[in-house]
């Protein structure tokens, strides 16, 4: 069966630090990779989306980028967080027509 | 440009009672609608599912209802139970790369 790992579960970086962020799939090869982030009491917004290794798209203008090393693992990375970059962030792969999302980051930048 | 939406922020229902949660688009190209649950700081999980071209689906005690028409779908969860007090989140897709636009998540409470 498939499976889809994230860490850190929890994350306070002060602002201007680096930033990156994991997620791994297994039971699976070459799926469709997700980066979601959700707002403080909002609705989930995609970030970047993957179809393959070294295959990102970026969905909206942001400080972050993402990146595909391996066949399952998707990276989050900043260069530099700013306070608007807090949230709780979701990796998701797709499995069929459906997104299967994993346990989430909660990342809070002071 | 929120194209899926989710009205109504909140819902409670009596334990038993049917809850329904509604949930609008403005894209006619979506082919694929999908409701998710989630618990706080966890992610979600996925509910159930319809196509296009399909108007109904039924998994257990969801079903997914669709109108095209009135690009309006709802999700009825009959009996409802304690275990379904979370926010639910409906998203929609298209065929060709299922990047999901989700709406803003309706609390649903159960109450005993």
């Known amino acids: 069966s498939q499976t889809i790992h994230q860490w850190p579960a929890t994350l306070v970086q002060p602002v201007g630090s680096p930033l990156s962020l994991e997620c791994t799939v297994e039971g699976t090869s070459n799926p469709n990779l997700y980066w979601y982030r959700q707002a403080a009491g909002r609705g989930l917004q995609l970030l970047f989306y993957s179809v393959g290794i070294g295959q990102i798209s970026s969905e909206v203008p942001q400080n972050l980028s993402a990146s595909r090393p391996q066949d399952r693992q998707f990276i989050l990375s900043s260069k530099k967080l700013l306070l608007s970059d807090s949230g709780f962030y979701l990796c998701?792969?797709?499995?069929?027509?459906?997104?299967?999302f994993g346990p989430g980051t909660r990342l809070l930048v002071l | 440009d929120q194209q899926v939406k989710q009205n109504s922020p909140s819902l409670s229902v009596q334990e038993g009672r049917i809850s329904i949660l509604n949930c609008d688009y403005t894209n006619s190209m979506f082919d694929y609608f999908l409701w998710y649950k989630k618990y706080p700081a966890e992610g979600p999980t996925f509910l159930i599912s319809i196509s296009s071209i399909k108007d109904k689906n039924e998994d257990g005690r969801f079903t997914v209802f669709l109108n095209k028409s009135a690009k309006h779908l709802s999700l009825h969860i009959v009996p409802s139970q304690p275990g379904d007090s979370a926010v639910y989140f409906c998203?929609?897709?298209?065929?060709?790369?299922?990047?999901?636009?989700f709406g803003a998540g309706t609390t649903v409470t159960v109450r005993a």
């Open positions: 998203a929609a897709s298209r065929e060709s790369d299922y990047k999901l636009s």
């Open positions: 998701a792969f797709l499995m069929g027509e459906t997104q299967y």
